[in-house]
């Protein structure tokens, strides 16, 4: 582009690289290359990639790499000005948007038009002690931490005389068995089943325990699937509790809503998630703290500004009177949709209203099984594994990134995981008040 395109180009700021932001940020791009329209993409993402969340699970667990789930922006989106720095603020009347970049320098983006995608945080309850004690999965620096945190407090165990705090050690109790909490227990139990192999003792003094207010595990994939998913957890020795949440935490234990006590030092929650909170700070709409858009994914009243994915609430066409859930799915083809209505609103093409009906869900159980329910056929154990694993290498949007969870998938045939814990997060940063930072 030349010094006098540029300037004359409509200004298009995109907040958020997640799956919404990166693929608006693609399309725009392309299609605006396509069809000559005079548009410069400026992406604003506190993390310069786009992180592949639904393999969060493998990464705790020690299957996966995190650099295989991160999505380099820089080197998949020719065309966009990345910008590594959170945005704090947004100025609606004036148009720019106030980030915090590395190094903490403030500064501004101005805009023409603007793309909300911030995702979303996970949602806390107010059960005593659940922030200061319990971890996330929302983040590869909190994949990170569960997989050193369990490695760690397996080998802990190993050396203490006192089999009461050799059991602490050995809990690990994780919240929400929705596909992000039930995956996890999978593959931590697969993890902690490799070092009680490798260390020689039971697998089964290490104890999982999994709790939902739900009345079955993963409901997203049907009755028949659910009790599949339920079946396999309890033979894995997960002990899975339903209907049952969280009294309070503690450094050391919990207290179950049925009053029983837990010893342990590992609590993960994984019981949803809510809009970024980014969105409060706008002064504008919105519903379950989501920011309101229309069907085209424009904010009422602000023509120039959209959002998308699990910062806002989109109407969801296919069931009148509620909104789409916050999944990948929609984010990336509220993405698509994003950039199809940007480009209408500057001239480009016509805008269509948001539709997108459900296409089921994959979900990785950990060792030889998984449940899938691709367009409504139900599959589960070793065919379920090939469509989830092939959804996954097909979804993740670079050659290299794919190439490298494929070699993992291979490796993980033949070869055990390796039981390496770094140490390189602390406690701190793994802690909920780091998310949306
Ligand atoms: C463990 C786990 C497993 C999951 N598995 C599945 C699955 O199997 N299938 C499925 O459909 N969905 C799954 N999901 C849900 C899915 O990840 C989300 O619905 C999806 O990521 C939402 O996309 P998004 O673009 O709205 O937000 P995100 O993907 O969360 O991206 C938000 C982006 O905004 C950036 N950001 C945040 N705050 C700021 C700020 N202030 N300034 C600048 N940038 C900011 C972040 O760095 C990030 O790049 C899973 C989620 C988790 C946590």
């Not at 299609?31 to 005079?38: E, L, M, R, V």
């Not at 786009?50 to 989106?77: I, K």
């Not at 806002?312 to 199809?340: C, F, M, N, W, Y």
């Amino acid at each position: 582009m030349t010094t006098d395109s540029l300037s004359n180009a409509v200004r298009v700021v995109i907040v958020g690289a997640g799956f919404a932001g990166f693929e608006a940020a693609e399309q725009i791009t392309r299609k605006a290359k396509k069809s000559n329209t005079n548009v410069a993409v400026t992406l604003v993402s506190a993390d310069d990639f786009m992180l592949y969340t639904p393999l969060l699970p493998e990464v705790a667990g020690g299957l996966l790499d995190p650099r295989f789930v991160a999505v380099p922006l820089n080197q998949t989106l020719p065309g966009v000005d990345v910008i590594a720095g959170r945005v704090e603020s947004v100025d609606l009347d004036g148009k720019q948007v106030q980030y915090v970049g590395r190094g903490g320098e403030t500064a501004v983006v101005p805009w023409d038009r603007l793309v909300l995608t911030p995702g979303s945080v996970t949602r806390l309850f107010d059960i005593p002690g659940l922030r200061e004690h319990a971890l996330g999965l929302k983040s590869t620096t909190e994949a990170l931490y569960l997989r050193d945190q369990l490695l760690r407090e397996l080998e802990l165990a190993s050396q203490t005389e006192d089999s009461a705090l050799a059991e602490q050690h050995r809990t690990v109790v994780i919240v929400g068995a929705s596909y992000a909490g039930t995956e996890l227990v999978s593959q931590m139990r697969a993890l902690a089943d490799e070092v009680a192999e490798k260390r020689h003792f039971d697998p089964s003094s290490v104890r999982f325990v999994l709790l939902d207010v739900a009345k079955q595990v993963m409901p997203e994939v049907g009755d028949k699937l659910s009790h599949k998913v339920l079946d396999v957890l309890r033979e894995r020795g997960i002990d899975v509790r339903l209907e049952t949440s969280l009294e309070s935490v503690s450094a050391d234990h919990v207290v179950l809503t049925d009053g029983t006590r837990v010893p342990t030092r590992t609590v993960v929650w994984a019981a949803g998630v809510t809009a970024n909170p980014l969105i409060a700070t706008l002064g504008l709409p919105t519903e379950k703290g989501r920011l309101k858009v229309g069907t085209d994914l424009a904010v009422d009243g602000h023509p120039d500004v959209f959002a998308a994915g699990d910062a806002a609430a989109v109407p969801d066409l296919t069931e009148p009177g509620s909104v789409t859930p916050p999944t990948a799915q929609h984010a990336i083809r509220q993405g698509k949709a994003l950039a199809r209505n940007v480009l209408a609103s500057v001239g480009t093409g016509t805008a269509k209203p948001y539709k997108h009906s459900n296409l089921g869900l994959v979900v990785d159980l950990g060792p030889g099984f998984a449940v899938a329910n691709p367009v409504g056929v139900h599959l589960s154990g070793l065919p379920a594994k090939a469509v989830t694993r092939g959804y996954h290498l097909f979804s993740l949007p670079r050659g290299v990134n794919r190439w490298a969870v494929a070699m993992g998938y291979v490796t993980d045939v033949f070869a055990d995981r390796s039981l390496v814990s770094f140490g390189t997060v602390t406690g701190d940063e793994a802690k909920f008040y780091a998310q949306g930072r």
